[in-house]
């Protein structure tokens, strides 16, 4: 598997870089990828299916000029920014027996995830929900997948050094949450892992035997999707 450790300059195509690495490996170009991003700058995004008048406090993101996009993929509202560290897998759904569904694909990524945080951090780590990744019922890592006949794009992001405080004025209590949630707030719910980035990016490397460095990355085709699709209010607000 290829490693792509890149944040690029705007939002719109950190997000788009998910979805047209995907189309490659869709198409039989790419074998699999482990991307890695971290903004600089706060932004929403939205599960494919979220509305943003329910998930978003958008007069706070008014205010604070922080932009309300859509990814892809299903899952809740996050907001993204600095503290934040996002990862991408794109696989061929040929890769693994387990990729065949959508729960054996989750079970097949995070319980990868769980044995490696454990071992990074000498602690027990827990899978709740349908998605997440737990430390004594707080949640530090969130995740959600595209599927495409012959691939599939699972990502998701782990709380490092995130402002959890932001997060609780940016974001109400999601309208769908998992049962061990029990409507905590943000604050009282979300936990920082506190370590450095590059720790957890060479223990999910090692983990994923991501080795060689993804060259030649489609930029063009980034800048198309990202003006054509996630620069677009009809995307954005689309429900």
């Given amino acids: 598997m290829k490693c792509c450790d890149l944040t690029l300059a705007t939002p719109e195509e950190n997000l788009a870089c998910d979805e047209v690495l995907l189309d490659l490996c869709e198409g039989g170009t790419l074998?699999?990828?482990?991307?890695?991003?971290?903004?600089?700058?706060?932004f929403v995004v939205l599960g494919y299916?979220?509305?943003?008048?329910?998930?978003?406090?958008?007069?706070?993101c008014r205010r604070h000029d922080i932009p309300i996009l859509r990814r892809c993929s299903g899952g809740g509202a996050v907001l993204q920014g600095p503290g934040c560290l996002?990862?991408?897998?794109?696989?061929?759904?040929?890769?693994?027996?387990?990729l065949a569904?959508?729960?054996?694909?989750?079970d097949y990524v995070l319980d990868r995830h769980q044995n490696t945080l454990q071992q990074l951090l000498h602690a027990p780590v827990e899978k709740q929900g349908h998605t997440d990744l737990?430390?004594?019922?707080?949640?530090?890592?969130?995740?959600?997948q595209r599927r495409r006949k012959d691939a599939l794009l699972f990502h998701g992001s782990f709380l490092l050094h995130a402002d959890i405080g932001f997060i609780e004025k940016a974001l109400p209590l999601p309208s769908?949450?998992?049962?061990y949630r029990v409507s905590r707030s943000h604050i009282d719910f979300l936990l920082n892992l506190k370590i450095a980035a590059h720790?957890?990016?060479?223990?999910?490397?090692?983990?994923?035997?991501?080795?060689?460095?993804?060259?030649?990355?489609?930029?063009?085709?980034?800048t198309h999707l990202s003006r054509d699709r996630y620069r677009q209010d009809s995307w954005n607000y689309k429900f």
């Fill in 49 to 60: 299916a979220n509305r943003a008048a329910f998930e978003v406090n958008q007069e706070f």
């Fill in 31 to 42: 074998e699999g990828v482990l991307r890695f991003w971290e903004a600089s700058r706060y």
């Fill in 199 to 222: 720790l957890l990016k060479a223990a999910l490397a090692k983990t994923w035997e991501a080795t060689e460095a993804l060259h030649d990355l489609p930029l063009d085709e980034i």
């Fill in 176 to 179: 769908h949450q998992p049962d």
């Fill in 101 to 106: 569904g959508i729960a054996e694909t989750n």
């Fill in 134 to 144: 737990a430390i004594g019922g707080l949640k530090f890592s969130g995740n959600a």
């Fill in 86 to 98: 996002n990862y991408s897998l794109i696989l061929p759904i040929a890769h693994s027996p387990a």
